[in-house]
């Protein structure tokens, strides 16, 4: 039962898009300058030469919750930041809509989730999502060590809220970091994002 009401409130919310517009693989990533849930500023410049993956996350969407109910997103920032990449989600639900949190509450979450990521950033206004072309979560983005975008889309090949997917899944982002840390171009970089719609801001 709760595997069908996750799979019926999945096929309401998901959204199949590819990249919007705003930014194009293979053009430097935009740059940007935000404070994420500690007050520290996070930005490219500050990451600059380091490959950097953003993560676009709403905990009560059921993309989600497969992908940290399952520990494979966790995983997955552990494998990039032993990797030497920087890990940042991003949240960029309004306030008053599904997935809106405050700092306190984010904490919570991560905690709960035993999350890794470098930075926890709340973008309730949406100037950063809307800057990439975020359209679902998750959204996943691949900076390489020089600023330019390589990676684009979904986490993975399977657009579904079943946990037993992900074994058989072809994972493009860790394939996207294995490929620029190898010194070559990444293969796939650009997939269609699934997920729930971000909520942003009327």
């Given at each position: 039962?709760?595997?069908?009401?996750?799979?019926?409130?999945?096929?309401?919310?998901?959204?199949?898009?590819?990249?919007?517009?705003?930014?194009?693989?293979?053009?430097?990533?935009?740059?940007?300058?935000?404070?994420?849930?500690?007050?520290?500023?996070?930005?490219?410049e500050?990451?600059?030469g380091?490959?950097v993956?953003?993560?676009?996350?709403?905990?009560?969407?059921?993309?989600?919750?497969?992908?940290?109910?399952?520990?494979?997103?966790?995983?997955?920032?552990?494998?990039?930041k032993?990797?030497?990449?920087?890990?940042?989600?991003?949240?960029?639900?309004?306030?008053?809509?599904?997935?809106?949190?405050?700092?306190?509450q984010?904490?919570?979450?991560?905690?709960?989730?035993?999350?890794?990521?470098?930075?926890?950033?709340?973008?309730?206004q949406?100037?950063?999502?809307?800057?990439?072309?975020?359209?679902?979560?998750?959204?996943?983005?691949?900076?390489?060590?020089?600023?330019?975008?390589?990676?684009?889309?979904?986490?993975?090949?399977?657009?579904?809220?079943?946990?037993?997917?992900i074994?058989?899944?072809?994972?493009?982002?860790?394939?996207?970091?294995?490929?620029?840390?190898?010194?070559?171009?990444v293969?796939?970089a650009?997939?269609?994002?699934?997920?729930c719609?971000?909520?942003?801001?009327?």
């Amino acid at each position: 039962m709760k595997k069908t009401f996750f799979a019926l409130l999945g096929a309401l919310a998901v959204s199949f898009v590819t990249p919007a517009l705003a930014v194009e693989v293979g053009k430097p990533a935009p740059a940007f300058a935000v404070k994420d849930i500690d007050g520290n500023e996070q930005s490219l410049e500050k990451y600059k030469g380091k490959l950097v993956v953003l993560e676009w996350t709403n905990p009560g969407c059921p993309f989600v919750v497969k992908h940290y109910g399952s520990s494979n997103m966790q995983t997955l920032q552990s494998y990039a930041k032993e990797k030497g990449a920087v890990w940042l989600s991003v949240n960029s639900g309004a306030e008053g809509k599904q997935g809106y949190m405050t700092s306190e509450q984010a904490r919570a979450q991560i905690a709960k989730d035993k999350a890794v990521p470098t930075a926890y950033i709340l973008d309730a206004q949406g100037t950063l999502g809307q800057l990439y072309g975020a359209k679902t979560t998750p959204h996943m983005y691949v900076i390489d060590a020089s600023g330019m975008l390589a990676y684009a889309g979904a986490i993975d090949d399977k657009a579904s809220t079943d946990i037993a997917d992900i074994a058989g899944a072809k994972n493009h982002v860790k394939i996207a970091i294995d490929e620029l840390l190898a010194g070559k171009a990444v293969t796939t970089a650009q997939t269609t994002a699934y997920g729930c719609n971000v909520k942003y801001k009327d």
